[in-house]
């Protein structure tokens, strides 16, 4: 599955986006543990990122699976 960096998340992660391979679909906290695994400075920023399956946002129940395109999303604001 790709999976998609946004915002300051591409300086923490070093890119914009990364091909992740997952053998049986993956719920979020297995997703996530992968995710922290290869980017571990990503765990101060999970309480506030939202994950998005397929261009809508996904809820805790969602899974995560080849050809998902998963997208981290931070918190926005604006003015």
């Known amino acids: 599955m790709r999976i998609r960096f946004f915002a300051h998340l591409v300086q923490v992660t070093g890119c914009d ?8 679909p993956l719920s979020s906290d ?36 080849d050809p998902d395109e998963v997208a981290l999303i931070p918190p926005v604001s604006g003015g």
């Open 17 to 24: 986006s990364i091909e992740l391979a997952a053998a049986a």
């Open 30 to 65: 297995q997703l996530w543990a992968a995710l922290l695994d290869k980017f571990p400075a990503l765990a101060g920023h999970r309480p506030s990122v939202r994950l998005a399956r397929n261009c809508e946002y996904a809820d805790a129940a969602a899974a995560f699976a």
